[in-house]
């Protein structure tokens, strides 16, 4: 063929035949990519001018696996895909930057900056070129984009190397006494639903808060699938392993010279058994997938095939255990609802495996039938709902209405506890708690009045008092407003359905300050500050170099990442 072409190029039927090649090769592979970039998808994350690709980004997360891997490390896969991405943007900043403000690293400098990794030199301390070589021969990566990194690795500590100098010897003392700070406050819970709602609204009113509060009454996405599920134990009934197969696989055995054919009969025997099942089962799950993928019906395969089927009706995550779930009765529930929550209406997931509720190996799979969309709810069906969020938000306003009125009193001058007790309310007194939030152990009064009386202290647990965990919880919230204001501030929080209003009852300072304590801080306040500083050069320069991360390419490269994972950095 290739010689009849090169024998008639000239020929108007190969030109017309060449042509038509060229369209079909558009076709099928270079429209594609041209679609992809106007699209915008031709990228997993673009730094200024600077596009990472995906087949650029998946190359890379292969090799650090493969790096993790040969260390026998362990392997999460969407914090390693945050740690690149996160690399791979800051990399690029810097380089970026450094051609700015003209940073240029010499090649004097970098062969000093190589040359002094402990890894690569030999016993005598000199820089061994092949230790170099053999190391980047193992993590596969080749020398000029080792040189490249490296040089961006010497342009980020120069970039970074001002932050060190800064001084904060004036103001320790003040930092490490402020740190050591701890309050104590004075809180009241005012639960929402114990306030009484007088006025029943009218159909008018009720319509009116449905309108214009949507989100409230939208019934969640929910799917119709069905599980195929396949017992291992059904296809061992039938594999049979022969004695001359065992005797074989003696003969073959690294231990024969150790131990005799008799005692490893029985273990070769069903080693050799589960290879073969394993084998019929790989064979039989590999049928039935392209069975489905060619559109075959979901009874007739199941049926052909021994597969048990198992209907679940219109179920939603947000709600997985609702009506519909019955048959979710198996320990991989989740693990089938992340995969039928994955998958387009009308298609198939691959076989997986897993344990089921009597311990025995099972293979499974998913095919989803219907996607019911997220909807708003008709009114007439939930109506009663519709009240009971109106009801909810009225009982919230009285209560948030009743913690300003108790504010506004405890600012004119008067303790909580007071204006509290006046409301018919019960106050809670915390311990002692520093900057983190950690509470001192509280003691019963009873206990000082014992060894104010030379008694014995009291060790019994009933006279420890532990604050309640709702209580604990507003303590964490309110830790930051709590330290930034004075000695009888008070404020209100709203926290897992509650309003409360707390009052800051007493600020106390350490008096004496240890060196070595002081000598500690100071250094992990400095670390502090040039993190932060860190934080906001990172945050500068992905201004000036505008960062987009491409979610949606990430999804289609099965990358589970989104936008949370960089809200801090970025």
């Not at 800051?90 to 240029?104: C, M, R, T």
């Not at 008018?204 to 134990?233: H, V, W």
């Not at 600020?507 to 934080?535: C, N, R, W, Y």
């Given at each position: 063929m290739l010689r009849f072409i090169r024998k008639h190029s000239k020929s108007m039927v190969v030109k017309a035949f060449l042509i038509i090649l060229a369209l079909t090769f558009m076709l099928f592979f270079g429209i594609s990519d041209v679609v992809r970039r106007i699209a915008g998808k031709d990228y997993?994350?673009?730094?200024?001018?600077?596009?990472?690709?995906?087949?650029?980004?998946?190359?890379?997360?292969?090799?650090?696996?493969?790096?993790?891997?040969?260390?026998?490390?362990?392997?999460?896969?969407?914090?390693?895909?945050?740690?690149?991405?996160?690399?791979?943007?800051?990399?690029?900043?810097?380089?970026?930057?450094?051609?700015?403000?003209?940073?240029?690293?010499?090649?004097?400098?970098?062969?000093?900056?190589?040359?002094?990794?402990?890894?690569?030199?030999?016993?005598?301390?000199?820089?061994?070129?092949?230790l170099l070589r053999g190391f980047l021969r193992r993590l596969q990566v080749p020398e000029t984009m080792f040189l490249e990194s490296s040089k961006r690795s010497v342009v980020d500590a120069i970039i970074k190397y001002p932050l060190t100098f800064i001084s904060t010897a004036t103001c320790m003392d003040y930092y490490v006494r402020a740190f050591r700070e701890k309050r104590q406050l004075a809180i009241v819970e005012l639960i929402p639903d114990r306030f009484k709602v007088l006025d029943v609204p009218n159909p008018g009113i009720l319509k009116g808060f449905y309108s214009e509060n949507p989100e409230l009454f939208m019934i969640d996405e929910a799917r119709t699938f069905q599980i195929l599920t396949l017992q291992e134990s059904d296809i061992g009934k039938t594999v049979k392993v022969e004695e001359e197969e065992v005797r074989d696989a003696y003969e073959h055995s690294s231990e024969r010279e150790e131990r005799s054919y008799e005692e490893m009969r029985n273990e070769l025997g069903e080693g050799l058994r589960q290879e073969r099942i394993q084998s019929e089962v790989n064979e039989k799950t590999r049928k039935i997938e392209d069975a489905l993928m060619a559109g075959d019906n979901v009874e007739d395969v199941a049926q052909k095939n021994g597969l048990h089927v198992i209907k679940v009706e219109s179920v939603s995550l947000a709600n997985r255990d609702q009506k519909g779930t019955e048959a979710l009765k198996q320990p991989y529930k989740n693990s089938v609802l992340a995969v039928a929550f994955s998958l387009e209406e009308g298609t198939d997931s691959s076989f997986s495996e897993d344990i089921d509720e009597k311990g025995n190996k099972i293979y499974w799979a998913v095919h989803l039938e219907k996607i019911h969309p997220r909807h708003l709810g008709d009114y007439d069906d939930m109506e009663a709902q519709v009240l009971k969020e109106w009801l909810k938000k009225e009982r919230r306003e009285e209560a948030l209405k009743k913690a300003g009125h108790i504010v506004d009193k405890v600012k004119s001058g008067e303790r909580l506890e007071k204006v509290a007790k006046q409301n018919k309310e019960k106050v809670i007194v915390t311990q002692w708690f520093d900057r983190d939030g950690k509470l001192e152990e509280k003691k019963d009064e009873k206990t000082s009045a014992q060894k104010a009386a030379g008694k014995e202290k009291n060790t019994n647990p009933e006279n420890t008092v532990v604050l309640p965990q709702s209580y604990q919880r507003v303590v964490q919230e309110v830790i930051e407003?709590?330290?930034?204001?004075?000695?009888?501030?008070?404020?209100?929080?709203?926290?897992?359905?509650?309003?409360?209003?707390?009052?800051?009852?007493?600020?106390?300072?350490?008096?004496?300050?240890?060196?070595?304590?002081?000598?500690?801080?100071?250094?992990?306040?400095?670390?502090?500050?040039?993190?932060?500083?860190?934080?906001?050069?990172?945050?500068?320069?992905?201004?000036?170099?505008?960062?987009?991360?491409?979610?949606?390419?990430?999804?289609?490269?099965?990358?589970?990442?989104?936008?949370?994972?960089?809200?801090?950095?970025?």
């Amino acid at each position: 063929m290739l010689r009849f072409i090169r024998k008639h190029s000239k020929s108007m039927v190969v030109k017309a035949f060449l042509i038509i090649l060229a369209l079909t090769f558009m076709l099928f592979f270079g429209i594609s990519d041209v679609v992809r970039r106007i699209a915008g998808k031709d990228y997993v994350v673009k730094i200024g001018n600077v596009k990472i690709g995906p087949m650029e980004f998946k190359a890379e997360k292969a090799r650090r696996i493969g790096m993790l891997h040969s260390q026998m490390m362990d392997v999460d896969e969407s914090k390693l895909t945050v740690s690149i991405l996160h690399q791979l943007i800051w990399e690029n900043l810097v380089d970026q930057a450094s051609k700015k403000y003209g940073i240029v690293v010499s090649d004097e400098t970098m062969k000093k900056y190589i040359g002094g990794m402990e890894v690569f030199r030999d016993k005598e301390g000199r820089f061994n070129a092949n230790l170099l070589r053999g190391f980047l021969r193992r993590l596969q990566v080749p020398e000029t984009m080792f040189l490249e990194s490296s040089k961006r690795s010497v342009v980020d500590a120069i970039i970074k190397y001002p932050l060190t100098f800064i001084s904060t010897a004036t103001c320790m003392d003040y930092y490490v006494r402020a740190f050591r700070e701890k309050r104590q406050l004075a809180i009241v819970e005012l639960i929402p639903d114990r306030f009484k709602v007088l006025d029943v609204p009218n159909p008018g009113i009720l319509k009116g808060f449905y309108s214009e509060n949507p989100e409230l009454f939208m019934i969640d996405e929910a799917r119709t699938f069905q599980i195929l599920t396949l017992q291992e134990s059904d296809i061992g009934k039938t594999v049979k392993v022969e004695e001359e197969e065992v005797r074989d696989a003696y003969e073959h055995s690294s231990e024969r010279e150790e131990r005799s054919y008799e005692e490893m009969r029985n273990e070769l025997g069903e080693g050799l058994r589960q290879e073969r099942i394993q084998s019929e089962v790989n064979e039989k799950t590999r049928k039935i997938e392209d069975a489905l993928m060619a559109g075959d019906n979901v009874e007739d395969v199941a049926q052909k095939n021994g597969l048990h089927v198992i209907k679940v009706e219109s179920v939603s995550l947000a709600n997985r255990d609702q009506k519909g779930t019955e048959a979710l009765k198996q320990p991989y529930k989740n693990s089938v609802l992340a995969v039928a929550f994955s998958l387009e209406e009308g298609t198939d997931s691959s076989f997986s495996e897993d344990i089921d509720e009597k311990g025995n190996k099972i293979y499974w799979a998913v095919h989803l039938e219907k996607i019911h969309p997220r909807h708003l709810g008709d009114y007439d069906d939930m109506e009663a709902q519709v009240l009971k969020e109106w009801l909810k938000k009225e009982r919230r306003e009285e209560a948030l209405k009743k913690a300003g009125h108790i504010v506004d009193k405890v600012k004119s001058g008067e303790r909580l506890e007071k204006v509290a007790k006046q409301n018919k309310e019960k106050v809670i007194v915390t311990q002692w708690f520093d900057r983190d939030g950690k509470l001192e152990e509280k003691k019963d009064e009873k206990t000082s009045a014992q060894k104010a009386a030379g008694k014995e202290k009291n060790t019994n647990p009933e006279n420890t008092v532990v604050l309640p965990q709702s209580y604990q919880r507003v303590v964490q919230e309110v830790i930051e407003d709590v330290f930034s204001q004075e000695e009888f501030s008070a404020g209100i929080k709203e926290s897992s359905g509650s309003v409360y209003v707390y009052q800051i009852l007493e600020v106390s300072h350490p008096k004496e300050i240890d060196k070595e304590e002081g000598k500690k801080f100071a250094q992990e306040l400095k670390s502090s500050i040039i993190t932060d500083m860190f934080q906001q050069l990172v945050s500068y320069l992905s201004k000036i170099y505008e960062i987009k991360i491409n979610y949606d390419m990430l999804k289609e490269i099965n990358e589970n990442v989104d936008s949370e994972s960089f809200k801090e950095m970025f």
